[in-house]
């Protein structure tokens, strides 16, 4: 069964509507959300630093957001970008990790996700695969590779040929055609952008270019299950 990742990443304004988002991902069908750890160093220079700067997830918020998802019956996991954020996470029990593509060089971190013990996924590309450290990361059973093109949003649409290799499919398009491409291919992993359906004043998430909305989220997992039930 295809686990269903609604990356909310920094499509919100606010907790409120974080937690508002969380519940929408378990109406539509998703089987995790996830979030995006960062420092202000890490954004800073972005056209829209304040906004990412608003946003950041410090312990509290994290708990804050776990247990929202826990109510919801929703997984909640995220993408660390620095060590002490893995540490955050495993106070309150995340089940898996997310490792964003800029890091898939980033020894020290993924040497600190490994020592959990737990399942970590990794955004990455073919040519990563051909590396050494690709080849360290790959002994680990815990490990899973998700191909992503890193272009926001990519020009050319691509899709593995199949999953042998690559367990899991990051999305970076604002359609669900390719991720459903992915998913009758045997993707095992799923991750797509999501933002609300509707914002008002000319407002657009941060991470606009690359997501859908949760009524394409809906119908996006109704097809993939849709699928799975083929022989």
Not at 16 to 45: C, N, S, T, W
Not at 94 to 114: C, F, G, Q, T, W
Not at 148 to 173: L, Q
Not at 196 to 220: M, R
Request: aromatic content about 12%; proline content about 6%.
């Amino acid at each position: 069964m295809t686990f269903i990742a609604a990356e909310l990443g920094v499509n919100f304004r606010d907790f409120r509507e974080a937690i508002r988002m969380i519940g929408l991902a378990k109406d539509a069908g998703a089987d995790g959300v996830k979030f995006q750890i960062y420092k202000p160093e890490h954004v800073k220079g972005h056209p829209r630093q304040q906004e990412l700067e608003e946003i950041i997830l410090d312990p509290e918020c994290i708990k804050f957001l776990k247990e929202a998802a826990d109510g919801c019956g929703i997984e909640f996991f995220a993408t660390p970008y620095f060590p002490e954020a893995v540490d955050w996470l495993e106070e309150i029990g995340v089940k898996r990790y997310k490792i964003r593509y800029a890091d898939r060089h980033n020894s020290e971190l993924i040497k600190i996700i490994k020592s959990t013990g737990r399942l970590y996924v990794m955004s990455c590309d073919g040519l990563y695969l051909a590396t050494e450290q690709a080849d360290d990361v790959r002994s680990d059973p815990r490990c899973a590779f998700a191909f992503c093109i890193p272009e926001y949003p990519p020009k050319r649409k691509i899709v593995p040929g199949g999953f042998d290799v690559f367990y899991g499919y990051s999305n970076h398009y604002p359609s669900i055609a390719p991720p459903l491409v992915a998913a009758a291919r045997g993707c095992e992993y799923l991750e797509v952008h999501i933002k609300q359906n509707k914002y008002s004043g000319g407002y657009k998430p941060i991470d606009d270019a690359v997501s859908i909305t949760f009524s394409q989220l809906t119908e996006l997992c109704r097809l993939v299950r849709e699928i799975e039930k083929i022989e």
